[in-house]
């Protein structure tokens, strides 16, 4: 097994820098898509690593499952640091599985709470209106999704403006930019060092939606007015999105960052950077990480599993 089960733990590290470039200079769609499977793919190679520290960390413990040949020394000396790291990575875990469940049971809630406000509506109509006067709106993912939309909001907005707010949200549903949202937010709690992915997922999905809306609309400027406005009435004092942790059409910002950005001409489109560029380099280090830490954790765990099947007579 080696370094090697060490390794997952650290290549997060090489994703860094994707993810500041990738939100700046590659078109969001492109961007969410990229950071997302990097984050997922580090969190599964963090988590098997973590794994494996834990079966390693649990063979000294009195009673454990292991076979009893697990703890001959020739064993524990072909696995480095089994007991101060082995330990350590029982903690590790347990903290991840904990926030992971949190995190779900986080998700779960919020959708549940907002099926509950639309109790009482038609369950056809794909756009519901809460009679609230607090400012919100929201896609509900569900089969179907829908659109949740508060009068507040609306009595904010000019007809023009309600239309950019609608398709925002609808792309928000057609592009299921909710699972990008809980994949990174699992990934982070796996690792910290994927925390700056989770952030720009988030910002690059609200990019996204906002280009699906201009083009729907057909008038960017339209677009940048309407997100900027819409951000301004929710930070009305008692403002609270009915959805909160949802795909919000004001959140999540930095609003004038997105603002900035429908202002000027449409995102890079023609797919990958080069290579030669600061985001094509950043992106070649992050896939080269990414492979690293899945190969590395996948040969850890064969390593462990031929030391354990050579420790077991059958």
Not at 83 to 89: I, P
Not at 264 to 272: F, I, L, M
Request: charged share 15%; with cysteine.
């Amino acid at each position: 097994m080696g370094v090697f089960v060490f390794l997952p733990l650290v290549l997060p590290l090489t994703a860094l820098p994707v993810a500041r470039l990738a939100e700046q200079h590659l078109h969001p769609r492109t961007a969410a898509r990229l950071l997302t499977a990097i984050a997922a793919v580090m969190a599964a190679s963090c988590a098997i690593s973590l794994c494996l520290l834990f079966v390693v960390g649990t063979a000294h413990l009195a009673g454990n499952p292991l076979p009893d040949t697990w703890s001959d020394p020739e064993v524990r000396d072909a696995v480095p640091y089994h007991r101060t790291v082995g330990s350590a990575a029982i903690v590790a875990l347990l903290a991840v599985l904990v926030a992971c469940a949190r995190t779900v049971r986080r998700h779960l809630r919020v959708r549940a709470h907002s099926r509950e406000a639309l109790r009482g509506l038609p369950a056809g109509e794909a756009v519901a209106v809460l009679p609230d006067e607090r400012p919100y709106a929201y896609a509900l993912p569900g089969a179907p999704g829908r659109v949740v939309v508060s009068t507040g909001m609306l009595a904010g907005l000019t007809p023009e403006e309600q239309r950019v707010l609608l398709a925002h949200e609808r792309a928000h549903l057609t592009h299921r930019h909710h699972r990008y949202l809980l994949a990174t937010q699992l990934a982070a709690c796996v690792n910290p060092c994927l925390r700056p992915l989770r952030q720009a997922v988030a910002y690059s999905t609200e990019r996204w939606a906002d280009e699906e809306a201009a083009q729907r609309v057909g008038d960017r400027r339209l677009t940048a007015r309407a997100v900027a406005r819409a951000a301004l009435i929710s930070a009305a004092p008692g403002a609270g999105p009915h959805g909160a942790g949802l795909a919000a059409f004001a959140a999540p910002g930095p609003v004038p960052r997105r603002v900035a950005a429908l202002l000027t001409p449409g995102p890079y489109t023609s797919g990958w950077p080069p290579v030669h560029s600061r985001t094509g380099l950043a992106t070649v280090v992050a896939a080269a990480g990414t492979a690293a830490s899945a190969m590395s954790s996948l040969n850890a765990a064969v390593a462990l599993l031929l030391l354990l099947k050579a420790a077991t007579p059958l």
